[in-house]
């Protein structure tokens, strides 16, 4: 059996995996296409090509770029905020097991309460502008948090034996140690709140009345009946989260 596979191969592998995604992507506009012009009720599902033209109407939108910028900048926010935190509380819960039981309860809480009683209950007693960012905290907090700690748990009983053996101080012993232990999931977590964050976010705008928001964008669009460009904006949110998605493997490649 093959194990190792040279350049080449990983190339012509590659170009399959496009074709093939490539193909699928075809075949789902037509689909789709096919289902608008048989259900022939644009309010309900328009064409593909109405709902290309009011995604380009709607990118040279002055209004469009300014809710793009506030939404991204809130999704920039809650990565940066549950990362750091994440890493922190993490690590504390790993060194401390009862700080790790007394918070067991409430990760558990925010786990399993559904996400949009989350976003209602915050809405009723935040601002707009702030409520997205912190329920967006409150649901990406708890899988970084859960990551790392289990990254501290899995640390290499011999490198911590051969760091005790050879007296490093904390500073060393986080950069030999530590680190290296925890780094595969901080990452792991980053690309999955990265997607997650922009999802929840909008949908905390949504239903908070966010100004200058794609949630608010989206809200109008409903309350306009005009579905294509809701679907316009559909097509935004699926093209951001796929630039997140590369660029955060991108710069956490460039750390490795």
């Known amino acids: 059996m093959k194990i190792f596979t040279s350049k080449d191969d990983r190339q012509l592998i590659d170009r399959k995996k496009n074709i093939y ?9 037509l689909f789709w ?6 259900l022939s009720k644009p309010y309900i599902l328009p064409t593909p090509v109405e709902t290309l033209e009011a995604f380009l109407k709607l990118i040279f939108s002055s209004s469009f770029h300014s809710a793009l910028i506030y939404t991204l900048l809130r999704v920039l926010s809650v990565v940066i905020v549950s990362t750091l935190f994440g890493i922190i509380i993490g690590i504390l819960s790993g060194r401390f097991a009862v700080l790790e039981h007394l918070l067991s309860p409430l990760v558990l809480l925010i786990k399993t309460v559904p996400t949009i009683v989350l976003i209602v209950y915050v809405v009723l007693w935040m601002s707009g502008y702030l409520a997205p ?6 649901i990406t907090f708890p899988i970084v948090y859960g990551n790392v700690l289990e990254g501290y748990k899995r640390m290499d009983e011999k490198l911590i034996e051969l760091a ?24 792991s977590s980053v690309l999955t709140i990265s997607g997650l964050g922009l999802k929840v976010v909008i949908a905390s705008e949504v239903l908070s009345q966010t100004q200058n928001s794609l949630g608010r964008s989206f ?5 306009n009946i005009d579905t ?11 093209i951001i989260s796929t630039m997140l998605d590369k660029l955060s493997k991108h710069l956490l490649k460039k750390m490795n």
Not at 228 to 234: D, K
């Open 21 to 29: 995604i490539t193909i699928s992507t075809i075949g789902l506009v």
């Open 33 to 38: 296409h096919l289902c608008a012009v048989v």
């Open 133 to 138: 960012i912190f329920v967006t905290i409150l």
């Open 164 to 187: 005790e053996v050879y007296q490093f101080n904390w500073i060393k012993k986080i950069r030999a140690v530590l680190f290296p232990s925890i780094k595969p999931f901080i990452q």
């Open 219 to 223: 809200q109008i669009a409903r309350m």
């Open 228 to 238: 294509s460009e809701v679907l316009a904006l559909a097509m935004v949110t699926i």
